[in-house]
């Protein structure tokens, strides 16, 4: 990661860590952060333009259901990626954790462990899962020194394995209903799973900008010895960072699981990448240190706006995965062209 001292905006300078002073430029009036909302009005435009079903209220629930659980595992990548690591482990977290809860707790359909019939007990067994793994990654990157990148990536499969190994394949179904809730309740016409994602955007947009661990999560992941001088807990605070992640990739998981009220062994595959290009799309770093939650989710939102106007085209699928590598190159060429991504 890049050792970078730029801390984001969004956050006041910690003692002993200054940030880089703002040059005044032609490329600082073209931040991600702001140039992705005029994207998304074009893009609902051209949706509504191309296809009237676009704008109609199912598709709108479908939407925000979608771009719930792919913003909250986001933003729970987005803690990492301005801590300056990485994580692509968190798109296992977020089958395996639902996988687990409901395996080695109730007893459902699929087969399973059904060492107790308490559905409360599975709920938080998803979100300790979540926990452990993350606390796992943790160990690995921050204490045995791996580097973020291939340790995660040997996580991802690992865990990819044990999901297909434990269910041998099977999708886990007939999900209690206290389970399937946060990803299909509503209240009026809007998700419970999109309250619950925009109460935990505001919650992390104010922790990042006032709180002090916030505020040390730029500085770590803008120049880690830097903050250490400072007297940062540099270590502590990566490790609650990688837990954190998995707590809410989780739950992310167990929306989506709601959502289709059953766990397939595949719940999740690939969806990092989705992540990953939303991220870059708001306008967060992958060098450590920059970044904002609404960016990330503004991101997210784009991103799913864009596939959707490509289903709803009828557009062929591997056409639409084509369409998501070229934008995560743009926004790579966007944040370059910024100034937000400066080589190590």
């Given amino acids: 990661m890049s050792n970078s001292t730029h801390i984001s905006p969004a956050a006041p300078p910690l003692a002993g860590v200054r940030p880089t002073p703002n040059r005044r430029s032609l490329s600082n009036l073209f931040q991600p952060e702001w140039a992705i909302l005029p994207v998304l009005v074009v893009v609902i435009i051209a949706g509504a333009i191309l296809n009237p079903a676009f ?8 939407v925000m259901q979608q771009a719930s659980e792919l913003g909250i595992l986001t933003m729970g990548l987005t803690l990492v990626l301005i801590a300056g690591k990485f994580d692509l482990s968190l798109e296992s977290t977020f089958g395996l954790a639902p996988m687990l809860g409901v ?4 007893d459902v359909s699929g087969g399973s462990l059904g060492l107790m019939s308490s559905p409360i007990l599975a709920l938080l067994a998803i979100f300790v899962s979540g926990a452990l793994i993350g606390a796992f990654n943790g160990v690995l990157v921050i204490y045995l020194k791996f580097n973020a990148f291939i340790a995660t990536l040997a996580t991802l499969i690992l865990l990819r394995g044990i999901s297909l190994g434990v269910t041998r394949g099977q999708t886990l179904s007939e999900l ?5 809730a946060p990803g299909e309740a509503s209240i009026g016409n809007v998700p419970l799973s999109f309250l619950i994602a925009l109460g935990l955007l505001a919650m992390l947009t104010l922790f990042m900008s006032r709180h002090r661990i916030g505020r040390m999560l730029y500085a770590v992941g803008g120049n880690s010895q830097a903050a250490r001088v400072a007297g940062i807990p540099v270590e502590r605070v990566l490790m609650w960072v990688f837990i954190a992640a998995g707590v809410l990739a989780a739950l992310a998981g167990l929306l989506q699981a709601g959502r289709i009220a059953s766990i397939p062994s595949s719940l999740g595959q690939n969806l990092i990448f989705n992540a990953f290009a939303a991220a870059v799309l708001g306008g967060v770093s992958l060098n450590g240190g920059r970044g904002t939650m609404p960016g990330a989710c503004g991101g997210v939102l784009l991103l799913v706006l864009i596939q959707d106007v490509l289903v709803l085209s009828q557009v062929p699928a591997y056409w639409i995965n084509a369409t998501t590598g070229g934008i995560i190159l743009v926004a790579l060429l966007i944040s370059k062209l910024s100034g937000a991504d400066k080589a190590a």
């Fill in 103 to 106: 395996y080695c707790f109730l």
């Fill in 176 to 180: 209690p209903p206290l389970l399937t």
């Fill in 55 to 62: 704008l109609s209220s199912d598709n709108i629930y479908g």
